[in-house]
């Protein structure tokens, strides 16, 4: 293996790269003689029907940028435990898993009974109610930064409110971030994760809102050293403590304590984005998993058991920010924070009876070795059909390295940290799209950057299917010249 090479480091400036503006462009597929796309016609009719109606209605006839998939997508029609069926009644082993909301499975039994009895009661007050007391208790039994809590709708959201409570209580501006890191659609949070890598904004966003972003290459401890001595208007540093796309470009343990003492030593906020390894790595997520204490935690997915809701969880005088009494008593303006569905009463009841699942079970270990059997599984078969992909990841991801670069391969011994970033996050866009077709038409449905994230109900049956389906999928790519 060629060990990923080390960016060159100016921390007066973003890190520049020689294509800043990479986009994943997909390819057009309506019209071709493949027997791979053809048997997905064939087997989706009617998800062809709906996405004709979509496209009248939608932009490229979708609604998450995640959902894009030449021809289309299918259309789902309910789910499961690990499957889901389409309207053509297709079943799938599901890996896209809710965009990673649900670390239970599909429609579990005590969520889907606290949801139930939760609209018996009402769908929204407009006031307090015990539901959030309850949510908010099983947060902070489970989250080692919850000393306070503020619930949000969204991931985004709570990543924003994140960067705004380390802005008041600092004083300064800039935040900086690792490249390929996602942390929301906000107009801080668009440059640097899969374009714009040079830290120019991204269409529709203010010049003066990217230039407040520091960009870091991953993994890089020695070029945060030099950014947060160079430059005392650092607020907050932000990152996926387990890597960008759950460790799809990894990171290590270490790098997480060396990042804890910077902040520390600099008086930077420590912000670990949990939206994805919040009660995934471990009930208390990647935090107690590791043993370090960031000062604010943005969650979202499964805190509220797959249903819209997010929060921001961390030292009590970092959300004080939010206290009317404290404002008050300080002399401080207080930072402003409504939100319509903030703590829903239905996705507090979900929230809480998931939660009591993740806490009292051992469902984060069942899906974290789960994953890790479907990754020694799959690089068997890459070794066995003699195809130079890779299977890796940690905790309950699973991500398909489609080499880029041609590197030479050895499935036993694969590291991701000795590849290129970049390289990690690249990919010939018409391959992966036919591999998830291959697979859709084999009943496996994973995610487009490619990989999937497994739950507590996967079980020996679904790995089998996928390892076999893989395989099918990789023998017919094979057969149409894409490998």
């Not at 670990?272 to 969650?299: C, K, N």
């Not at 991801?397 to 050895?410: K, L, M, Q, T």
């Amino acid at each position: 293996m060629v060990k990923a090479r080390r960016l060159p480091y100016n921390p007066r400036q973003p890190v520049s790269l020689e294509h800043p503006k990479i986009e994943m462009q997909m390819p057009d597929m309506a019209s071709t003689n493949s027997p791979i796309i053809t048997t997905y016609r064939e087997r989706t009719p009617k998800s062809a029907a709906l996405f004709e109606q979509a496209q009248s209605r939608f932009p490229s006839g979708i609604t998450h940028d995640a959902r894009y998939l030449e021809p289309y997508g299918i259309y789902v029609t309910h789910a499961e435990a690990a499957r889901k069926w389409d309207v053509d009644d297709n079943a799938y082993v599901d890996y896209f898993g809710g965009h990673g909301s649900l670390i239970l499975g599909h429609s579990h039994p005590k969520v889907v009974a606290a949801i139930h009895a939760a609209l018996d009661r009402g769908t929204h007050f407009g006031c307090n109610h015990e539901g959030e007391v309850q949510w908010g208790r099983a947060v902070q039994a489970l989250i080692p930064s919850a000393e306070r809590l503020r619930f949000t709708s969204s991931g985004t959201e709570a990543t924003l409110m994140c960067l705004r409570l380390a802005r008041a209580h600092t004083g300064r501006r800039k935040i900086l971030r690792f490249l390929t890191h996602f942390h929301g659609w906000h107009d801080h949070m668009t440059s640097g994760f899969v374009s714009h890598f040079d830290g120019t904004p991204t269409t529709g966003v203010l010049p003066a809102v990217a230039e407040n972003a520091v960009l870091i290459p991953p993994h890089d401890i020695t070029a945060v050293a030099a950014a947060l001595a160079a430059d005392d208007d650092i607020a907050a540093v932000i990152l996926e403590p387990t890597g960008s796309g759950f460790g799809r470009v990894p990171t290590t343990p270490q790098f997480l304590a060396s990042l804890r003492e910077l902040t520390d030593k600099h008086g930077v906020v420590l912000i670990f984005d949990e939206v994805i390894t919040g009660f995934r790595v471990s009930p208390g997520g990647a935090q107690a998993h590791y043993g370090i204490t960031p000062d604010l935690t943005s969650l979202a997915k499964i805190i509220a058991g797959g249903l819209p809701g997010g929060a921001v969880a961390g030292r009590k005088d970092l959300l004080d920010q939010l206290d009317f009494q404290i404002a008050q008593s300080t002399g401080r303006e207080k930072v402003a924070h409504p939100g319509t569905y903030n703590a829903n009463p239905i996705s507090a009841a979900a929230g809480v009876a998931a939660l009591e699942v993740v806490a009292t079970t051992d469902a984060c270990e069942r899906a974290n070795a789960t994953a890790a059997i479907l990754r020694e599984r799959l690089n068997a078969a890459f070794a066995k059909l003699g195809v130079p992909f890779a299977a890796y990841g940690s905790f309950s991801g699973f991500h398909i390295f489609v080499n880029p670069a041609r590197r030479e391969i050895d499935n036993d011994r694969f590291d991701p940290l000795e590849i290129p970033w970049r390289e990690l996050k690249e990919g010939d866009p018409r391959l992966i799209n036919k591999l998830r077709l291959a697979l859709l038409n084999a009943g496996i449905d994973i995610a487009g950057w490619p990989g999937g994230l497994t739950s507590a109900v996967h079980n020996a049956e679904d790995i089998e299917m996928t390892i076999e389906a893989f395989s099918q999928a990789l023998k017919a790519l094979r057969h149409e010249g894409e490998l």
